[in-house]
């Protein structure tokens, strides 16, 4: 290949990758226009629907409150997880730009780790703040104060920098001597280990066992908190203290289905075809970060309240 940087070590030649090529999204000659405009048009709505979520809570005091720090936390997940790939996907498809640097490839892996497992976390801590408000409410804001949500918040970020540096260093220690074609639209693990010319079971079963448990411990810990939630929420005499929670809760259980549906299908099933896989890949770093800020928004009065006054320069206050 062109692409590989050659190097001469005692009377051995190796290779070394300085880059990859990534093949892009699977059967997608002719519709590269379509794709783009469509792909554009929603990471700058994820852009701007993220940025103004953030801003109606940062400058409305009425939502300065765990749920809304929680929510302020996922809109800055959402805009950094669409930009792992989006960008790049974008230049594939207009400027058929299938070139991505080492340091770019090991970007990728490094933040779509980060990102994907710090948003696993957070809805398990933005599961427990509903079940702390619904189960407990006298004792809510002495358990869920500022230092317990700082410390949440910091845990879930601190937590998966580690996991995910643990992922890329095992990824990319391994040698890279042959082929440098990516055949996936960006750099994960997977595919790009089965390019090193080592062996790849030490990354293989960690990855596994990492994508794997994270999710599933957190699945099982919301799934718990919601049953909590449920049985509490039957037991309200007050018609519209059930409604509210109810309300509060479906918007937090539609992310949170989307979100593990997308892991589910991808890491259970490894016999969908590359055409499925990729589309839900897309759905996941495309359409979902979009999707969040108007799954809350859609069904919560305060935060459109805040927009509004947001919109209109008016201190929330008054």
Aim: proline letters at 4%.
């Amino acid at each position: 290949f062109p692409h590989l940087l050659y190097s001469h070590m005692g009377l051995v030649n190796h290779t070394v990758v300085t880059h990859f090529i990534l093949l892009g999204i699977p059967d997608a000659n002719g519709l590269q226009t379509i794709l783009f405009i469509t792909f554009l048009a929603f990471y700058l709505c994820t852009l701007l629907a993220n940025l103004l979520i953030f801003s109606a809570i940062l400058t409305d005091p009425r939502l300065h409150t765990p749920m809304y720090f929680f929510l302020c936390n996922l809109s800055v997940l959402d805009i950094g997880y669409s930009s792992i790939s989006t960008p790049k996907m974008l230049t594939n498809l207009w400027f058929q730009s299938r070139v991505i640097s080492l340091g770019g490839c090991m970007s990728q892996v490094f933040f779509y780790h980060f990102l994907g497992s710090t948003e696993c976390l957070l809805y398990t801590v933005m599961a427990y703040d509903r079940y702390v408000a619904i189960c407990h409410p006298l004792r809510y804001r002495l358990i869920m104060n500022r230092k317990m949500c700082a410390l949440l918040a910091a845990g879930t970020w601190i937590t998966s920098f580690f996991h995910s540096t643990i992922l890329t260093s095992l990824t990319f220690t391994l040698p890279y001597c042959g082929s440098n074609v990516v055949d996936y639209f960006f750099c994960d693990i997977f595919p790009v280990v089965k390019l090193a010319c080592a062996d790849t079971y030490v990354i293989e079963t960690v990855t596994l066992t990492n994508t794997g448990v994270v999710p599933i411990t957190c699945f099982h810990l919301i799934l718990a908190s919601y049953i909590r939630i449920m049985f509490s929420v039957l037991k309200m005499n007050s018609s519209e203290g059930r409604r509210k929670a109810a309300s509060t809760c479906a918007s937090h259980l539609t992310v949170v289905m989307l979100f593990f549906g997308q892991c589910a299908l991808i890491y259970t099933q490894p016999h969908l075809s590359k055409v499925l896989v990729t589309a839900v890949q897309i759905f996941g770093n495309v359409v979902t970060p979009m999707l969040n800020p108007a799954i809350y928004t859609l069904r919560n009065k305060e935060v459109k309240a805040a927009l509004r006054k947001l919109r209109g320069g008016q201190n929330p206050e008054h």
